[in-house]
């Protein structure tokens, strides 16, 4: 059974950090592209950055470039997502997930884990 466990949310103030972390079992993440998404309240989950499985590119969306970083270690089969400089408007639920194939659709995602940012 393939799980992607996401821990490390939690409150904080704005411009603090938070380290996400996503481990995966029955899954050997270095098969697969891996990303973090994220909804707010009312809002539609969003793509917030993405790092293939050789870690030799990753992806950031414009509102998180430079303040967030992707990064993964497939010897502990676990990615990561360091949060800087954090804003009210980074609250949401973050959500991990694994992509098998550039532009197919991700097959497994974890259940989220909440960050709050206050201001």
């Known amino acids: 059974q393939v799980r992607l466990v996401e821990s490390g949310g939690g409150l904080v103030q704005a411009g603090g950090s938070l380290r996400l972390s996503c481990a995966a079992a029955?899954?050997?993440?270095?098969?697969?592209?891996m990303g973090w998404f994220r909804q707010a309240p009312g809002k539609e989950r969003e793509f917030v950055t993405r790092?293939?499985?050789?870690?030799?590119?990753?992806y950031y969306a414009d509102s998180v470039k430079g303040r967030f970083t992707i990064s993964r270690d497939n010897a502990k089969n676990t990615v990561y997502l360091q949060m800087n400089s954090l804003k009210p408007e980074d609250t949401a639920v973050y959500y991990c997930?694994?992509?098998?194939?550039?532009?197919?659709?991700?097959?497994?995602w974890g259940q989220g884990t909440q960050v709050t940012v206050s201001s």
């Open positions: 029955g899954l050997t993440i270095s098969t697969y592209h």
């Open positions: 997930a694994a992509q098998r194939v550039t532009g197919a659709s991700y097959a497994y």
């Open positions: 790092i293939t499985r050789s870690a030799l590119t990753t």
